[in-house]
């Protein structure tokens, strides 16, 4: 049990049923059986007694060995049921998933009663898209019209696999596109929404207020949320999930995360304290009710920060609460005397006026490149941004700056902010 966050005996007793269904029906979980110490004792032990799917375990057990119970997957695609889709990314990254639509959506709808500006929704409303079409939507090397963009109530404003290909008319276009469709959500990549941000500022150009803007696909950067504040007064929301599990968390109106309880199980592992646990920690994810998938501790690949307070303002109860996703362990870097550092590079890069983006590689211990974008004039940028990393990551770092015009997104066509050139023991990290 962990303080400060509650779990209604309903969750636990969820809990309790989708491990018992996935250790008696699934044949990827077969292996998983001698573990199991039953449900006499709690579901918080009886799940710590299980080992943690991974990437890997899903490929190998693809499609049917996660399937609980006798249900066929090539019938299920056949009647148009479910369908496949791979997740983006490089080829370690990638893993082909079955799709089931109608939890897809059952899952989302949940999630979104977590926050007060996106409680009203029915998945009726209008919503546009800004994510690349490696994610979302589709994907056209020559432009597509605005009818070929539509689907049902949404609106693909990109068609391309990555923000690098957009030029002057793109901007228009989704300018103009957001005025004529009118969307009340518009869910972005928040690095590409950052992008539409910047054009706009820099031409003193005013964009369309949607009711709600849902950030997901891709961490938040600080510096990002300050450009589009520029542009958008709307409610700024995070909703963190992914392809495999569904809606995990979901931001509420004060800006903490709360967890999706009807539709999944979160186990937290701490890492060392000398690595910033126990309040940070990898984030182990189970599904609930998803009647083609049952993933059982997947590890999703984050790190989250706890609440460590009593409770949160907005008065929701259940399930953990984080005040962040601290970004991919596998993106994690270290200060010059191997300390872990996450996405508090992000907070210790936000303070500087006119940084607008940033890529930091970190090549051998102790050395750090960082590429900019910049909206002010570069030398003071640079050298407070140079301070801003010395300061972090230790007085004995080199680091070296670039500025650039625009970066480059990764081969998923999301943006990254660090990559680590290096290989270390990720488990080492855990308590
Ligand atoms: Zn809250």
Known sequence: MIRNHYFSPEYLQRSQTALTLALSAAPAYRAWQAH?????????????AMPVLTKKEIRENFPQGLVPGLRSVAEGVQHGEIEYVQTSGTTEEKVTNIWNQAWWNASEIASWKLNAHTAQLDGTQREAQLASARSVG?????????P????DRFLFLNEKASAREWEERHF??????????QPVVLEVNPSLLARLSWWAIDRGVRLYQPRVILFTYEFTSALHVRSIRQVFQSPLVSSYGATEVGYVFMECEHGTLHQNTEFCRVDFQPLKPEHGGPDLGRILVTTFGNPWTSLVRFDVGDLGRLDTRAACPCGRKEGFRLSAIEGRLTNATFTTRGKLVTTTLDDALAPVAGLRDYFLE????GEYALKLVASAPADRVISETRAALVSLYGPDAKVSLEVCGDLEPAASGKYRRTRMNFDY?????LA
């Open 36 to 48: 199991d110490p039953g449900e006499l004792v709690s579901a918080d032990e009886r799940y710590a």
């Open 138 to 146: 589709f994907r056209s090397e020559t432009d597509l019209p605005m």
């Open 148 to 151: 070929a963009r539509c689907l």
């Open 172 to 181: 228009q276009r989704m300018a103009r596109e957001l005025e004529d469709y």
């Open 362 to 365: 970190q090549n051998l211990a």
């Open 425 to 429: 023991d990720a488990k080492g990290l």
